[in-house]
């Protein structure tokens, strides 16, 4: 995969952990980047996208005020800083690249398999 992803784990419910991607063979600095994930039998939703700027965010409403997207340019990785996690937070949490014609909003809602590039994702258990 082009994309690497890291920092998923185990955490009780209001604890926080901040996941990473990082284009091994991808500039992420050249693209829209989103966070999706995938709850246990259910389907993949858009967490959280970024425009290659950082000024243009979209946050799905069941993470908005708890959830942080940023990117770090030199580091050519975008991050998601979690916080509050509760249960229903379980997922993979995979993180994808588009073109920058996605805007972060229509990426979020739409974006599928064949769009760009997506890493294989990271597991995050919310439990007490």
């Known amino acids: 995969s082009q994309l690497v992803e890291s920092g998923g784990g185990v955490v009780q419910p209001g604890g926080s952990l901040t996941l990473s991607c990082t284009g091994s063979?991808?500039?992420?600095?050249?693209?829209?980047v989103g966070w999706f994930r995938r709850p246990p039998g259910k389907e993949r939703e858009g967490v959280s996208c970024i425009n290659i700027s950082g000024r243009d965010i979209y946050y799905a409403g069941s993470v908005e005020g708890r959830f942080t997207i940023s990117r770090d340019s030199a580091k050519n990785t975008v991050y998601l800083q979690m916080s509050n996690l509760q249960p229903e937070d379980t997922a993979v949490y995979s993180c994808?690249?588009?073109?920058?014609?996605?805007?972060?909003?229509?990426?979020?809602?739409?974006?599928?398999?064949?769009?760009?590039?997506w890493g294989q994702g990271t597991q995050v258990t919310v439990s007490p």
């Open positions: 994808a690249a588009g073109a920058t014609l996605w805007t972060p909003q229509a990426m979020c809602l739409a974006f599928r398999n064949g769009d760009g590039d």
């Open positions: 063979r991808i500039n992420l600095n050249d693209a829209t």
